[in-house]
C-alpha cells in the first residue's frame, strides 16, 4: 500500500474536536494508522492528529490521508478534491439512518432556556448566531428551516458569525444571541462534557436532517489506500481498537460512500433561494 503524493501525508479531525475530546480523537487515528501499518508495504503515516484551525481551507491539501468536512463546503468548495470514505452514525440525539442507509443528522435550533421563544414565528426580528457562512448545520439546514417564515428576503434582526458552535452556544447561554443552529453531534458532545453550557440552554426546533458529516481523503491518495481506510471504517468486524476507538467517540457504526446523497445540501440550497431567502438574514 502506498500514499501517492509527493507532499508529507497529515491526519486531522477537526469537526468534533472539543480539548475534552482529544484522547478519543487520538485512539481512533491510532486505530486506523495501525490497521494501514499491518500492510508491509505501507507508507510512513503520520504519528498523531494534524491540529486545525476554525477557518476552513482555501483548498483540501493534497497529503490529506484522513480527515471529517462537513458536506457543504465539500459539494460547494471542494469539488473534485477528496474520495469519500465512509459516513459515521452517532449514537447521539438527532442522529438517524435513512432507508437508504445513509447516516443523517440534524442541527438543533437553541435558545436560552428561559427565553421567552417556543415558535419559529417568534424569533422574527431576533440575533441569530451562526459558526460561519460556509458551514451546513449552523447556515445551510436553518436557511431552509425559517425559508418559508421569512418576508422580502429576511428574518432576522441580525445574523452574528461565531467562529464555532461552541462559541455560538457560548452567545446564546450569554444573551449575546437570541439562537442558534447548533450541529446536534456537537450539541450531544457539549451536553457531554460541558453539562454546565447545555442546562443553559433548551432546544425549540429541528432543522431537515442532512446526510451526516463524512470522513473524506484527498484525491490525490492512491485508490489502495483509500480502499483500504473504506474497509477498516466500515467493515462489519473492525479491529478491536478500531472498534473501541468508535465507541469511544459515540459512533453506532460507520456506512460506506454515498456521495450522491450529499445532493442533498444543494437542494436545501436551491429550495431555500426558491421561496425568496438565499441568504440566512
Known amino acids: 500500500m502506498s500514499v501517492s503524493v509527493s507532499v508529507s501525508v497529515s491526519a486531522s479531525l477537526p469537526m468534533y474536536a472539543l480539548p475534552e475530546m482529544a484522547a478519543a480523537n487520538a485512539a481512533l487515528w491510532d486505530a486506523l494508522r495501525e490497521g494501514l501499518e ?37 459539494k460547494t468548495l471542494y469539488a473534485g478534491q477528496y474520495q469519500m470514505l465512509g459516513t459515521p452514525l452517532y449514537d447521539l440525539p438527532g442522529c438517524r439512518l435513512r432507508p437508504d442507509g445513509v447516516p443523517t443528522h440534524c442541527s438543533f435550533l437553541v435558545v436560552r432556556a428561559e427565553a421567552p421563544f417556543w415558535t419559529l414565528e417568534q424569533l422574527r426580528g431576533a440575533r441569530f448566531a451562526i459558526n460561519g457562512r460556509d458551514s451546513n448545520s449552523g447556515m445551510n439546514l436553518p436557511r431552509r428551516l425559517f425559508a418559508p417564515w421569512a418576508q422580502e428576503g429576511r428574518f432576522f434582526a441580525d445574523v452574528l458569525v461565531s467562529g464555532s458552535h461552541a462559541a455560538s452556544m457560548e452567545m446564546v447561554a450569554s444573551g449575546a444571541a437570541d439562537a442558534a443552529a447548533i450541529d446536534c453531534v456537537t450539541f450531544g458532545f457539549a451536553a457531554r462534557f460541558r453539562p454546565a453550557l447545555t442546562e443553559r440552554l433548551r432546544v425549540l426546533a429541528e432543522t431537515p436532517a442532512s446526510p451526516g458529516i463524512p470522513f473524506v481523503t484527498s484525491v490525490a491518495t492512491s485508490p489502495a489506500t483509500a480502499r483500504r481506510l473504506t474497509t477498516l471504517l466500515t467493515g462489519p468486524f473492525p479491529p478491536l481498537a478500531l472498534q473501541a476507538a468508535l465507541e469511544g467517540l459515540a459512533i453506532h457504526r460507520v456506512a460506506p460512500p454515498h456521495p450522491a446523497a450529499y445532493d442533498a445540501v444543494l437542494a436545501y440550497e436551491a429550495e431555500a433561494a426558491a421561496m425568496g431567502y438565499p441568504e440566512l438574514v
Open 38 to 74: 499491518e500492510d508491509q508495504r505501507a507508507a510512513v503515516l503520520p504519528e498523531t492528529l494534524r491540529p486545525v484551525g476554525l477557518a476552513l481551507p482555501a483548498a483540501i491539501d493534497q497529503g490529506t490521508l484522513f480527515t471529517q468536512m462537513c458536506g457543504y463546503p465539500l
